[in-house]
């Protein structure tokens, strides 16, 4: 069964710091990598998509991708209070065109 | 105005009762998706569907069903619900040729089953 992991959190970080989210993914034929942030209560918002390995930046995002090694990160720059919530990682699933979704990190961002 | 949405936003119901959630977009995407989200149990496929003539069971389907009436439109019903179906429920869209596997996710239904 293809899988997508990340831990849980809480990861608390000190505002203005770089917060660091990780994920792992099991299926090594995945070409398409995402990065949601997910409020309490409300709907996943896609923040950044990857499908090269590197790096893509998108203000104080930045996706990393290591095809060989599985991994997907995604860092937040100068963190605000406002980017506390859950980070879902999803890659898509080629054989059936699905997103598989990890279960996400929370993240807490301390004043 | 929102490109998906979802009506209701919340539910109480009882069980033993038939639920219908529904879902519309506008962003002509062809490919819908019903997801349920339980805390800590991240977001799970109920059903999802490619085309208006193809629709698919995800890996929780037991209980639920879903009409797809139009492209636009694309409905979960739960024949008759349990305290256990108690949850978020997301649809969500998306089309590949253009934007290789990104979903887009509608505000949600909290559905509780009393």
């Known amino acids: 069964q293809k899988e997508v992991e990340q831990n849980s959190g809480p990861l608390s970080v000190p505002e203005g710091a770089i917060a660091s989210l990780n994920c792992t993914y099991s299926d090594r034929v995945s070409q398409s990598f995402f990065w949601y942030r997910q409020y309490s209560g409300k709907s996943p918002e896609l923040i950044m998509s990857i499908y090269s390995n590197g790096d893509k930046e998108d203000g104080r995002f930045t996706a990393q991708l290591n095809k060989a090694s599985q991994y997907v990160s995604l860092l937040i720059r100068d963190s605000q209070p406002s980017d506390s919530a859950t980070y879902l990682c999803?890659?898509?699933?080629?054989?059936?065109?699905?997103?598989?979704f990890g279960t996400g990190t929370l993240l807490a961002v301390q004043p | 105005d929102a490109d998906v949405t979802q009506t209701p936003r919340n539910r109480i119901t009882k069980t033993g009762k038939r639920i219908m959630l529904e879902c519309s977009q506008t962003?002509?995407?062809?490919?819908m998706y019903w997801y349920r989200q339980d805390p800590g149990l991240g977001l799970r496929l109920i059903y999802y569907s490619f085309d208006v003539k193809d629709i698919n069971k995800g890996e929780i389907s037991d209980g639920y069903s879903v009409s797809r009436q139009a492209q636009a439109k694309f409905s979960l019903s739960l024949e008759s619900a349990i305290p256990n179906q108690t949850a978020l429920y997301f649809c969500?869209?998306?089309?590949?040729?253009?934007?290789?596997?990104?979903?887009?996710f509608g505000p949600g239904t909290r559905l509780t089953v009393l």
């Open positions: 969500a869209t998306s089309d590949p040729d253009r934007e290789r596997h990104t979903q887009y």
């Open positions: 999803a890659v898509g699933d080629g054989a059936t065109n699905k997103l598989i």
């Open positions: 962003k002509g995407h062809d490919r």
